[in-house]
């Protein structure tokens, strides 16, 4: 069975499980690997040094949000035009998206290099974590453009139906990342800390980008990607792939902004060394992203199925496979949920070296309070994700935005003022359920008109 034929026939319940599968796989094992960096410098290096990770977040936070806007935007730009076997269009939409990340990634890597310790001071380093924080920045610089473009190519890759590819590359660069991490982080092998955990990260990040490469330039893909004429881009296709990218751009970056805000509300609430205060939202932002990413594998599996059938103006099916997503992913998040219920105080001490009690204690109530907004906010990942993959870059942009900007951040500065920093980890919980409700409005109005447009299809107005 071809691609097209497996997007537009195939039963959309089983094919949606076949891509998200793959999706899930390689999105849980990218955010693994975040998972034992952290872990690992834990138990290497303490608490403290956790939060020298956090602050370098952001700065990857952003590149991969650039990487992601650029991956997504040109995955639906590629998926409505291999709906409608626009062979041209698919052409541009792959290098025109290679082009410009690459680009975009060199630039931010030099500049991060460049004004490194501002930006550590401006995210809300303190004396006590900016050694640990430069220490792996330093490092993990030179693999933004590996990173960035791996990340273009597995959406792309996704969206000609090559789900498995994706996950092995993804898969890779997380085993790997294991393997390498305790070998450069600990005493019996090169016993460098924080700056292993970035070197494992980095070479990590370079293999996995090599796999998916050779697997893009295979004659088994449609990417068709063309090195020799490099400096060629179609800006009429970078402007359809950002404009439908900047929704996940914004979601991404937005929370790159989230953490400086959080990081200097800290050290202006904190009761005592603000450092630890750090290194407990370090934990809870690197599980909240291992807990995300199965949903994030999951849109990222309907993303070209939504596309397809858009574009093929297959409407019942689009239906569907909207239906079956949603239930599944409200489903996940709430079993999301209830594991930090029950969970929280075993993931703190699993992350606590030297089982400090305020940290255990802290970080065990402020997670309870934040996974509270798991609840509802599955909903607003899926018809951000449908937006997109409709070419609908305004409505997608707004649903993005609802919950970081419009609620969240006027609700940290409010509540943290009444309430100290637990005003902020309300303020998570309050902000994912309102953004959650909306989006289930705006469910309910996108199924209604996909409705219409299916009895339009099916009315005989011959019989008429």
């Not at 005493?187 to 970035?198: Q, Y």
């Amino acid at each position: 069975m071809d691609n097209n034929e497996l997007l537009g026939k195939y039963n959309v319940k089983k094919l949606l499980i076949k891509l998200s599968i793959p999706a899930t796989i390689g999105m849980v094992a990218n955010a693994l690997y975040n998972f034992v960096d952290t872990l690992f410098v834990a138990k290497g290096a303490g608490e403290i040094a956790i939060g020298g990770l956090a602050l370098a977040f952001p700065i990857q936070m952003i590149v991969m949000a650039v990487g992601l806007m650029i991956g997504m935007g040109s995955a639906s730009v590629f998926s409505r035009a291999f709906g409608r076997n626009d062979t041209e269009k698919m052409e541009q939409s792959v290098n025109t998206a290679l082009r410009i990340d690459f680009v975009g990634a060199l630039i931010f890597s030099v500049l991060g290099f460049i004004f490194l310790d501002k930006l550590l001071v401006f995210f809300g380093a303190t004396s006590s974590n900016i050694g640990y924080a430069k220490d792996y920045m330093s490092i993990i610089l030179y693999g933004l453009v590996p990173l960035s473009l791996s990340m273009v190519l597995n959406n792309l890759t996704r969206a000609e139906g090559r789900a498995k590819v994706a996950m092995i590359s993804m898969m890779i660069g997380t085993l790997l990342n294991i393997v390498l991490d305790p070998i450069f982080i600990f005493d019996f092998g090169f016993g460098l800390g924080v700056k292993g955990a970035a070197i494992a990260t980095v070479i990590s990040q370079c293999i996995a980008f090599i796999y998916i490469f050779i697997q893009a330039i295979s004659k088994k893909s449609n990417l068709h990607i063309n090195l020799k004429k490099w400096f060629k881009i179609d800006f009429k296709t970078v402007n359809e792939v950002l404009i439908i990218g900047t929704p996940t751009f914004l979601r991404n970056a937005t929370g790159a902004f989230i953490a400086i805000i959080i990081y200097n509300l800290i050290n202006k609430y904190a009761q005592g060394d603000p450092a630890i205060y750090i290194s407990i939202y370090g934990v809870i932002n690197r599980v909240i992203y291992f807990i995300f990413m199965p949903g994030f594998g999951l849109v990222q599996g309907l993303a070209p199925i939504v596309g397809f059938n858009f574009g093929a103006k297959n409407y019942l099916r689009l239906k569907q496979v909207i239906l079956f997503a949603t239930k599944m992913i409200a489903v996940y998040f709430f079993i999301g949920f209830v594991f930090v219920q029950l969970f929280a105080h075993t993931i703190f001490v699993m992350f606590s070296e030297s089982h400090n009690q305020f940290f255990i204690t802290y970080g065990t109530s402020s997670f309870k309070i934040i996974s509270i907004g798991f609840i509802l906010v599955g909903f607003q990942v899926v018809i951000s994700a449908v937006y997109q993959s409709f070419g609908y870059p305004i409505r997608a942009t707004l649903v993005a935005l609802s919950r970081q900007i419009l609620f969240f951040i006027p609700l940290a500065y409010l509540f943290s003022s009444l309430f100290g920093l637990d005003g902020v980890w309300i303020s998570f919980a309050v902000s994912d359920l309102l953004s959650g409700l909306i989006s289930i409005i705006l469910m309910v109005f996108e199924l209604k008109a996909i409705q219409k447009r299916i009895l339009f299809q099916t009315t005989d107005f011959n019989a008429l």
